[in-house]
C-alpha cells in the first residue's frame, strides 16, 4: 500500500515515450495515504493515469480482518455513530460504524492538478480512458465499486495470525485454520 503511484511515476520516468501511458490501479483507502504524488506529477507534466476504484476504505484490509478476526475495525470511511466523547465519561466509545463519509476523490485529485473524472460504468471508463489518452499530465479515473463484494479467493495464503489466547469461539476458530495454513505454507524465492 502506498506504492502504486510513486511506482507509476518511477515507470514514467523510466519511459519517456508519452505515447506510451502509464496505468496504475489502485485503492481509494491507498490514494488518500500519500496523494501528494499527484502534484509532482503535475509539476513534472508525467503522463499517468491512475485509476481508483472507489470502495470507501481500505476493503482488503477490511476482508483480511473478518478472515482471520471475526470482526474489522477502523478501515472503513465511516462517521462514528453518536459522536466522539471527548470529556471522558463514556465507558466505551462507539465503533465507526455510521454512514460512510462523502469523499470526493475527484475534487482531492483535481485539487493536487490531475485532470480527473468520475466514470460510473463500463462505456464511461472506457471513454475516459479514450479521451485522456493524449493529456499531457496526470489523470485520475474514479470508478465506483461494490465495499463488501464477496470477491473469490486468489488461492494464496497470508500469513496473518488470529490471536493465539481469545475468549470467543470464532477467534479460536480461526487461529485454527491458521495453523493448518502454516502447516502446507510454502516458501519461493
Known sequence: MGYELPAAIGVRLAEPDPAKRIVSFLGDGTFLMAPTELVTAAQEGLAITIVIPENRGYQVIHRLQMLRSGREFGNE???????????????????????????????????????????????????????????????????????????PGA??????????????EAVARLRAEYQVGLATQRWHG
Open 155 to 168: 488461492g494464496v495464503w497470508w500469513d496473518v495470525a488470529p490471536a493465539e489466547v481469545a475468549e470467543q
Open 77 to 151: 470511511f465511516r462517521y462514528r455513530d453518536g459522536g466522539l466523547d471527548l470529556t471522558g465519561s463514556a465507558t466505551k466509545p462507539p465503533r465507526l460504524e455510521g454512514e460512510y463519509l462523502d469523499v470526493d476523490l475527484v475534487k482531492v485529485a483535481e485539487g493536487l492538478g490531475a485532470r480527473a473524472v468520475r466514470a460510473t460504468t463500463a462505456d464511461e471508463v472506457r471513454a475516459a480512458l479514450a479521451t485522456t489518452r493524449d493529456h499531457s499530465g496526470p489523470v485520475v479515473v474514479v470508478v465506483p465499486a461494490i465495499p463488501h463484494a464477496d470477491l
